[in-house]
């Protein structure tokens, strides 16, 4: 928006907002934002990041969108059943016990 040939994330919040309200989903916006800067910890997005920025800001909002709707309680935090609910909803190809064990294995951790 200033010309500088950079765009830092507020920048970045307020093109979505006004422009490309779709892409309206602050998760997704931060994780877009730092997957497409070199190191991922950068400041701004330059140009020849900025391809990296859209391709990021379309996956990571929709990703945060299956996510929300697999939340079934919005608590931010899945759930065992949850994540077997939501396995199945997006069409992982697994059965149930499978996916309560990659819940178990990831819940370790």
Known sequence: ???????SLAE?????IDKWAVFNAKPGLIRAYAGATKDGEGEF????????LLRNLGW????????????TNGDR??????FVDGAAWIGLPVDSD?????????DEN
């Open 1 to 7: 928006y200033n010309g500088n040939d950079t765009v």
């Open 12 to 16: 970045i919040d307020k093109w979505v």
């Open 45 to 52: 997005i330059h140009k020849n990041e900025f391809v990296a």
């Open 60 to 71: 990571y909002t929709r990703a945060w969108e299956y996510f929300r709707t697999v939340d």
């Open 77 to 82: 935090r899945l759930t065992e059943r949850e």
């Open 98 to 106: 499978a996916a309560r064990k990659a819940f178990q294995q990831a």
